[in-house]
């Protein structure tokens, strides 16, 4: 009886025990609503689904992922973001994770520490069982030997990317090319990148530009591209990129093309393919989405905004969303909570893209946490994406010092997610590890999964292909070329036969007749190279340079211009009288007739069909080249053919200022002639017959210039040959174009005229006071930059700023302090005189004297006037303005602080892409400007009144990067504190 109480109460308490821990069982999981309500936020495109695989503590701050052959998925953390504004250490929280999904239900659920002790890793690649990681200034290659999931092997395969810049604008990306090799972005940055492995090799110095490395031998190289956080190949092997502002960029041009000419002045790769800017337009549904919304008094409007931090688009050829998805490229916009979606469409050699509908993104989320960086092809054909989940993405860097102590730069370092986005019918496939692609995979087996219509088993067998170089795949690889139903394998397979060295004449003919133009693209280029085994490919790339679709006819271009041959040179006329007004085109022939010029003007000038444009562009182009490289002879030569023709004026005015442009750079060989340049070119021993049939062209083009019925084009190209004629002759005629009535582009080609007229009564024409006054801010940069390019002019700027006819702080600090620094010490002191307060005191001082203007209460719409007065010429807002510096439009969101910071500071911050660089040249001119592109032949500069000037280096004299901003200081002095406030207001919140 004693027993029965305690024994009742025992098992009650063990009830009781049981049932409270089932209750604590069954509570929610606080981190579990937590994602829900993530999820719940999501607002995806009709008729898809997003799936959460991944999520913390399994996962941490991911930047990119990747999937090898058994499905595992690699992540890269950087877990130490932000790095550094100023000083301080370098983080070693930056890691590569290593997931597994143990049940095969999607979910990844196990996590094994890969890597350790990185410092800011963001991108990574599968290979030969490891992975490479990109980690400036290093590629790492990381591999676990022993099967315990951590890496036991790190070794530094390629070093020498520079890390001196923001995490943000570092080399990333790691991309495998169905030619076999790895691309990478540059970032926006540069390099000097040698192999620890090969010591002996040279360093392979670049700028702003991406590159390619060979997985094998480390072999690294410089490619076309632009790219800084994003890079992706479309199914047949077109390679795309992208910046913060710009969302889909293509890269059309390898710069070993260009390079074949050294007289070649084009030096392009990258044409955006979506809108740019201003009108990259997105359709954010949170409520904030930038550093402006955790400082309460600089809160801006909500807005439907514009990209401004675009990054890790990807070209989607997956199974998990819809036929219709295959192909566009989306987009991640991690500033604003969203992904877009981008139709591609052809566009000439190139493509455009545009989104399917307005309103409203792919995947856009309410969450102001969600931050998509990157995206990846998966297994089962899903879109997956990396989310860096952050309450603040934005670096410190670009945040006014003092506003910094008040954003959380720390919540979220603990946080990161992977999701999936499929079709909502979707449902996973059970994988069955005995026929499923893998490691273990015999190679018959690879070869099955090339011929896959899902992506990325495509892209895997591919690679562990390339990886295996079992030669046994051949047969079967041939077969795909020959028999495939996808193209997209046809196109892997005559690439992986070149690989292998096992691509013979009979398969290469398959694909040189493929019905798909995609295939006959790569197989073009892969003649190319084989041209020399098999003679006979020669004619089947000539018959390639006719094909119906234009990027089989471009790519044919490129490569007979390495092939010799008069049927070759033919050939290229032909294609260049087709479709030489497309400038890709004309690059893509001109750079392959360096030695052969005088054989292609005379196969050129014989194409009686030649589309107009298309003739006067090339003539005009293929004159520059004459100009820069052939003989004195041949280019007087040409002058006089040209002279006693009879036909339409446009293609002779075109030849002979494309002949004059490169003739300026050998003064020292043509002499000088009183009349001018053109009478330099024609020589001292011409006719008289031969003078007097110059002096009646120029009368010509004196008459087209003037006269406002003929067309704005061969106007044009008439004020600028009157650059290379007699000042007494032409001064005139220019003068008429300073007026307010004229076009822009006319007046800015008359500018760019009487600088070259090398005549100090230019400069003091285009610095009157009354013309100056009567300048829209565009020319008034113009002229501003005309006269600081020649020495015979500053004395005439002097005196204007003397005179209080043109302000000194209209001049750029890089101009100011170029003058202020200038060899001849008259000008510098004269300049030290004139500039002494804009250059002497602290800015920071004028900003803090400025801040109190902020909370001034002002109408945004009265701000407009103070922008095109004071802005409108160099920047862009709300489609106005100039192309020389970034567009304002999306700075809208920034905070208030920060705008008055860089408007009053402009050198506090500037990044490497807007650093202005001065050249001076060997015919005497100057200029300033930023770069846009370069290659080993030449670089090209965009000025600060917003033209562009391509420079052949050996007719660079000095080169100078300031590190400064294009941007003047001293704008106050124009700018008064309301005007500012206005200003900000209007930046802000105007529309």
Avoid at 329 to 343: D, G, H, T
Avoid at 704 to 712: G, S
């Amino acid at each position: 009886m004693d027993k029965f109480p305690f024994r009742r109460y025992w098992i009650f308490g063990l009830l009781l025990i049981v049932l409270t821990s089932s209750i604590a069982a069954l509570q929610p999981d606080p981190r579990s609503v937590r994602l829900k309500k993530a999820l719940d936020s999501f607002q995806v495109e009709p008729g898809m689904r997003i799936d959460l695989i991944a999520a913390e503590p399994l996962v941490v701050d991911p930047v990119a992922l990747a999937f090898d052959e058994n499905r595992q998925m690699y992540v890269v953390e950087d877990r130490g973001y932000p790095d550094p504004v100023e000083g301080g250490s370098t983080t070693t929280l930056g890691r590569v994770a290593l997931l597994n999904d143990t049940n095969g239900d999607g979910i990844y659920d196990k996590r094994t520490e890969f890597a350790t002790g990185l410092t800011y890793p963001n991108g990574l690649m599968p290979w030969k069982g490891g992975v490479f990681v990109t980690c400036s200034p290093d590629i790492y290659y990381l591999k676990d030997t022993d099967n315990d999931g951590i890496a036991d092997i790190k070794k530094v395969v390629l070093t020498g990317f520079f890390a001196t810049q923001t995490a943000q604008i570092r080399m990333s990306h790691p991309t495998m090319g169905l030619d076999g090799w790895v691309y990478v972005t540059a970032g926006l940055n540069g390099g000097n990148v040698t192999s620890p492995d090969h010591p002996n090799r040279p360093a392979v110095a670049f700028k702003q530009t991406d590159g390619r490395f060979n997985p094998e031998t480390f072999e690294f190289q410089v490619t076309g591209g632009k790219s800084q956080f994003g890079l992706t190949f479309d199914a047949y092997g077109r390679r795309f990129g992208c910046s913060n502002r710009h969302p889909v960029m293509h890269s059309v041009m390898e710069p070993w093309f260009l390079n074949r000419n050294s007289n070649l002045i084009f030096n392009e790769t990258v044409q955006n393919v979506s809108k740019v800017e201003a009108e990259a337009t997105v359709y954010p549904v949170s409520k904030s989405v930038t550093t402006a919304d955790f400082i309460p008094k600089l809160i801006g409007r909500s807005h439907a905004g514009t990209f401004t931090a675009a990054s890790g688009l990807m070209v989607f050829n997956g199974t998990g969303l819809t036929p219709a998805h295959q192909g566009n490229i989306f987009i991640c916009e991690s500033a604003q909570n969203l992904i877009q979606r981008q139709v591609v469409y052809s566009d000439g050699v190139s493509f455009k893209s545009k989104a399917p509908y307005e309103g409203r993104e792919f995947l856009s989320s309410t969450d102001e946490w969600f931050r998509p960086v990157s995206l990846q092809h998966g297994p089962e054909g899903a879109l997956y994406l990396a989310d860096m989940h952050r309450k603040v993405i934005d670096h410190p860097t670009y945040v006014p010092e003092e506003a910094r102590p008040g954003l959380d730069w720390e919540s979220g370092k603990t946080d990161g997610r992977i999701y999936r986005v499929v079709r909502k019918d979707f449902i996973q496939k059970k994988y069955d590890a005995s026929t499923g692609l893998s490691s273990s995979s015999k190679t018959t087996d690879l070869t099955r999964f090339l011929a896959s219509g899902e992506e990325w088993e495509r892209n895997t067998a591919h690679r562990l292909l390339l990886e295996r170089k079992d030669k046994s795949s051949v047969p079967a690889l041939k077969k795909i070329v020959f028999e495939s139903d996808f193209p997209e394998s046809r196109a892997r397979a005559v690439w992986l036969l070149n690989s292998l060295g096992s691509l013979d004449v009979i398969t290469l003919k398959k694909a040189l007749a493929d019905k798909v133009s995609g295939v006959r693209e790569q197989a073009v280029l892969l003649a190319g190279v084989y041209s020399g085994k098999y003679p006979e490919l020669i004619a089947a790339i000539i018959s390639a340079s006719g094909d119906e679709a234009i990027r089989v006819r471009y790519n044919s271009a490129l490569v007979l211009g390495s092939i010799e041959g008069q049927q070759v040179v033919g050939a290229l006329a032909k294609v260049a009288a087709r479709d030489g007004a497309d400038k890709w085109f004309r690059a893509a022939v001109l750079s392959g007739i360096g030695n052969r010029m005088p054989e292609f003007l005379s196969a050129f000038r014989a194409q009686q069909q030649a589309e107009p444009i298309a003739f006067a562009s090339v003539m005009k182009d293929l004159g520059r080249l004459f100009g820069s490289g052939a003989s004195t002879e041949a280019c007087r030569l040409l002058l006089k053919e040209v002279l006693a023709s009879n036909a339409d004026p446009d293609w002779r005015i075109s030849t002979i200022l494309g002949l004059a442009e490169g003739v300026s750079g050998r003064l020292k060989e043509f002499g000088i002639a009183p009349k001018g340049l053109l009478y330099a070119i024609q020589g001292n021993s011409s006719q008289a017959s031969e003078t007097k049939a110059l002096d009646n062209f120029v009368g010509r083009v004196l008459e087209i210039a003037a006269n406002p019925a003929e067309k704005t084009r061969q106007r044009i190209s008439a004020i600028a040959l009157l650059a290379y004629t007699d000042f007494e002759k032409s001064h005139a005629v220019l003068q008429k174009f300073m007026i307010p009535n004229t076009a822009p582009e006319l007046s800015l080609e008359a500018v760019t005229a009487f600088a070259r007229l090398d005549n100090p009564r230019g400069a003091a024409i285009l610095l009157e006071k009354s013309a100056w006054s009567a300048y829209t801010p565009r020319i008034k940069s113009a002229v501003v930059a005309a006269v600081v390019s020649k020495p015979l002019f500053i004395n005439e700027l002097f005196l204007a700023i003397e005179r209080g006819s043109i302000g000194g702080a209209e001049l750029s600090s890089a101009d100011r302090m170029r003058l202020i620094s200038d060899k001849n010490t008259q000008i510098s002191d004269r300049a030290k005189i004139l500039f002494k307060e804009l250059e002497g005191g602290n800015r920071m001082n004028v900003y803090q004297d400025y801040r109190n203007a902020l909370t001034a209460k002002v109408d945004h719409n009265l701000g407009k006037a103070v922008f095109q007065k004071a802005c409108s010429a160099c920047h862009t807002y709300q489609n106005i303005g100039g192309k020389v510096g970034p567009d304002l439009t999306g700075v809208k969101n920034q905070p208030a602080d920060a705008l008055l910071l860089h408007i009053l500071v402009p050198n506090y911050e500037v990044l490497p892409a807007y650093q202005s660089i001065s050249i001076s040249t060997n015919d005497g001119r100057s200029f300033s400007g930023w770069l846009v592109s370069e290659n080993e032949n030449s670089l090209t500069l965009r000025t600060t009144f917003g033209t562009d000037e391509s420079i052949l280096r050996r007719n660079i004299s000095s080169l100078n990067n300031s590190g400064l901003s294009l941007m003047p200081d001293g704008l106050e002095q124009g700018i008064n504190k309301d005007e500012m406030a206005k200003l900000i207001a209007y930046l802000k919140g105007g529309v």
